[in-house]
């Protein structure tokens, strides 16, 4: 048991080092540390926990006490820690949430809160159990353009509203990248309806104030993996590292020559395998790729949504429709990508998320009955992980800011946004349309009502 004094600061302890947790531990241990100190990283992979120790102490922080992930509920004991930092694979994310929310401490995790209808269960179980906080990092709310749409449909400009369009592109630099890495394997991550889509089914969520009802989806692996070997793109190898025939396939991903993905993957492999830069259409993918999904809410509107994966730029549409007219958002993040660059990644798109390009661009507008259209203003953007939505989210997250526009996302917002993405998969499925109440009735859920 540790015996080392305490100094006022909340004492956080985070599992998972691959590279989202950077942002976090930096938060921890160096933006915010005159409020959060950083006493525990837990890994399955000694030598990423090495890592990150080694930037830390670089960029002027301690370095923290390793454990391996069976030591998890011990390093808890021992660091006597109030909050735990999950950015696990997704689908271990429940087995850490619950373990410690039964130790006593509150909860950060990365989204998807989980992957299934058991995980969500079992961690609105423990919240209620406990009595502890389970937070999601959903950093999207926390994007000024995302927080002024929201400040629009609450004044009640385009009156009540009746339905949504959004349309999400992820162009072939950042789209590729889930079918290189463990995302891949729908066991892993359930798919882009939950990994990826979970971020704007839990926006539109947060705009209407309202809970999804019912899904109705069709989706399909149309470019990547072996099923898009026949549009001619697909090369012969395995992984990237050491095949001659991905020297210059746009899609391959060249860790040799990305200083920290090389150090945080390539070096770790011997510790446990893992490998970062599978050829995108190599066999084993079993996601999709291209999805659209029709959703019923709690509201009475209805949104129609469409993810694709491999376009040839990023960024994303939405079309909300009221009975006082309308607003419409385009947000271009990246109006192309290169063939010399598709495969790198630069920024927060290391983090396996795209980042706003020179080349970005955003308007929002809105259109009432019998009035001209306006503009509406948007604050400039701003440098950083998701446009500085990263820096805003930890900030409120850690306590330094407060949260007027209830961007913090709870363990309740957390399951909301996965149920919407499991009852779209379980839809793909069984070609019909699914009621989120058959999956899960959160009515049900003691201290969890919608």
């Known amino acids: 048991m540790s015996t080392e004094p305490t100094d006022g600061r909340r004492r956080y302890a985070l599992i998972g080092a691959g590279a989202r947790a950077e942002m976090f531990l930096r938060a921890v241990a160096i933006e915010h540390a005159d409020r959060a100190r950083l006493v525990g990283l837990v890994d399955v992979n000694q030598t990423r926990m090495d890592v990150h120790n080694r930037w830390l102490t670089a960029a002027g922080a301690p370095a923290v006490p390793t454990y391996p992930a069976t030591g998890f509920t011990r390093m808890l004991a021992e660091q006597r820690v109030d909050e735990v930092v999950v950015t696990t694979v997704d689908r271990t994310h429940a087995d850490y949430v619950v373990a410690a929310l039964d130790a006593g401490c509150d909860v950060i995790t990365e989204k998807p809160m989980t992957v299934d209808v058991d995980g969500c269960r079992r961690i609105l179980a423990a919240v209620d159990r406990t009595g502890r906080r389970v937070s999601v990092a959903f950093n999207y709310r926390f994007k000024p353009v995302h927080e002024t749409v929201r400040q629009v449909l609450a004044s009640g400009e385009i009156g009540e509203i009746g339905s949504v369009h959004f349309e999400w592109l992820l162009d072939v630099r950042h789209g590729a990248d889930y079918f290189r890495r463990w995302h891949r394997d729908k066991a892993n991550s359930g798919g882009l309806l939950v990994h990826k889509s979970g971020h704007h089914f839990d926006l539109v969520n947060w705009w209407l104030g309202g809970a999804p009802r019912e899904a109705y989806a069709m989706g399909r692996l149309f470019f990547y993996g072996e099923a898009g070997a026949r549009h001619g793109y697909a090369r012969d190898y395995p992984r990237v590292h050491g095949s001659p025939a991905a020297a210059d396939d746009p899609f391959a991903l060249h860790l040799a020559d990305n200083p920290r993905l090389r150090e945080l993957y390539l070096d770790a492999e011997s510790s446990d395998g893992y490998q970062r830069d599978l050829n995108v259409f190599a066999p084993g993918v079993s996601i999709e790729d291209d999805m659209a999904v029709l959703v019923r809410y709690d509201t009475g509107a209805t949104m129609t949504y469409h993810l694709t994966a491999y376009a040839p730029w990023e960024g994303y549409r939405l079309m909300v429709n009221g009975s006082r007219g309308r607003l419409e958002l385009e ?56 446009g500085g939505a990263d820096e805003r989210m930890t900030a409120v997250l850690l306590g330094a800011q407060t949260d007027p526009l209830a961007r913090s996302a709870t363990a309740r917002d957390g399951a909301l946004a996965l149920l919407t993405g499991l009852a779209a998969n379980r839809s793909m499925e069984t070609g019909a349309p699914v009621r989120v109440a058959d999956l899960l009735d959160l009515n049900s859920v003691r201290g969890v009502h919608v």
Request: glycine share 12%; hydrophobic share 40%.
């Open 331 to 386: 947000v271009v993040e990246n109006d192309h990508v290169s063939a010399a660059g598709a495969g790198e990644l630069t920024g927060a798109a290391v983090h396996g998320e795209a980042e706003a390009a020179e080349q970005g661009w955003a308007s929002l507008t809105v259109r009432p009955f019998w009035a001209p259209p306006r503009e509406v203003p948007l604050p400039p953007a701003t440098r950083g992980g998701h």
